[in-house]
């Protein structure tokens, strides 16, 4: 009879497994809110071990910055808003003829920057020809998304808006449950609050959210509110563009 061969060895010295240690934090609606785990000082070839052990699968979410490593399965809640974000931005961007190119939760990173992150939603604007053909974003050779938006229900969106810094965001939208900020950088490359987009000049923060938070219809469908926002697009948002430009 043979000898039993040995079970092999894992070649990781990340948890075992990621899913596990993304759903040990603290207790939480799973519906509802995000689940977040944060592993210290684990370095960036940690980060690129639990990035490996990830693979293609969209979760657990990494912000990686000067050796720590947060790791984000988003609730319900937070997935919602996302959504939403993108239903209202890409027809919004269509009728003022806003060129962009979509790149949602791509990794942004750097080691020479000692972070990276992966926001909800990424766009390029004025960038946008320079990597529409791209199937990998390469920040040493590559620009950064003009625009990124991260929405936070659980835990603080600092790491990520220090990393978008870092990476040379022009632009980062921190969506909580308190509502809806714009931060731009300033000609020292810090972040600071402003009053309006640079992308979309035209909008609000008050009024951006309203739309991502708008209730759905009697249906329970996003239908009536595609609706609503057709009808606000054509009798609202064009007729302010066409007053701006008077």
Not at 7 to 30: E, F, H, K, M, N
Not at 103 to 111: D, L, V
Not at 127 to 140: A, P
Request: hydrophobic share 35%; proline share 7%; glycine share 8%.
């Amino acid at each position: 009879m043979s000898p039993t061969a040995p079970a092999p060895q894992s070649t990781t010295s990340v948890p075992d497994p990621i899913a596990r240690t993304v759903g040990s934090g603290v207790r939480l609606d799973p519906f509802e809110r995000d689940q977040v785990v944060v592993l210290g000082g684990i370095g960036w070839s940690g980060y690129e071990e639990v990035f490996s052990v990830r693979g293609d699968r969209a979760r657990p979410r990494l912000t990686y910055l000067d050796g720590d490593l947060l790791l984000m399965s988003p609730g319900h809640s937070h997935e919602r808003d996302k959504e939403r974000f993108l239903m209202f931005l890409a027809p919004v961007a269509h009728a003022l003829r806003i060129r962009f190119h979509a790149a949602g939760s791509t990794t942004y990173r750097r080691r020479k920057k000692d972070g990276g992150f992966e926001p909800d939603l990424s766009f390029y604007f004025s960038n946008s020809r320079r990597v529409r053909d791209k199937t990998n974003i390469d920040l040493d050779i590559d620009p950064p998304p003009d625009l990124a938006i991260e929405v936070v229900y659980s835990h603080s969106a600092e790491a990520a808006v220090e990393v978008s810094r870092r990476l040379g965001v022009p632009e980062i939208w921190v969506c909580d449950e308190e509502g809806l900020k714009f931060l731009v950088l300033d000609e020292a490359g810090r972040y600071v609050p402003s009053g309006s987009s640079r992308v979309f000049p035209l909008l609000t923060a008050e009024e951006i959210v309203s739309w991502v938070r708008r209730p759905e219809g009697d249906e329970g469908s996003d239908l009536e509110w595609l609706d609503d926002l057709s009808s606000w697009i054509r009798n609202v948002l064009l007729p302010r563009m066409n007053n701006a430009g008077e």
